[in-house]
């Protein structure tokens, strides 16, 4: 069975920062793209960070620059370093994890980030 446990979520104030964690379990873990998506209310889900399986990352244009996505494939994780947080990053965040071939696909449960003063 695979899961994506998702943990590290809450409420920042503006500027302050977080980090998120994925521990994926049931995949072969060094053979899957990343990445991180976020949804706020009434808004479509986008894509916030991706990681290949090897190491290569992209980012969302808003997020450059105060976001680093990682990769421990020792540890079947992937990590979300989130600084100078802004009101506007307030969304539940997901974690996916697409295989390399783009034959499978999964998602995490989510986890609430919440910037506000």
């Known amino acids: 069975q695979v899961q994506l446990a998702e943990s590290g979520g809450g409420l920042v104030q503006p500027g302050g920062s977080l980090s998120l964690s994925c521990a994926a379990s049931?995949?072969?873990?060094?053979?899957?793209?990343m990445g991180w998506y976020r949804q706020a209310p009434g808004k479509q889900r986008e894509l916030v960070a991706g990681?290949?399986?090897?190491?290569?990352?992209n980012y969302a244009d808003s997020v450059k620059g105060r976001f680093t996505i990682s990769r421990d494939n020792a540890k079947n994780t992937v990590y979300l370093q989130m600084n100078s947080l802004k009101p506007e990053d307030t969304a539940v965040y997901y974690c996916?994890?697409?295989?390399?071939?783009?034959?499978?696909?999964?998602w995490g449960q989510g986890t609430q980030v919440t910037v506000s003063s």
């Open positions: 996916n994890a697409e295989h390399m071939r783009g034959i499978y696909t999964y």
């Open positions: 049931g995949i072969i873990f060094r053979l899957y793209h």
């Open positions: 990681i290949t399986e090897r190491g290569r990352t």
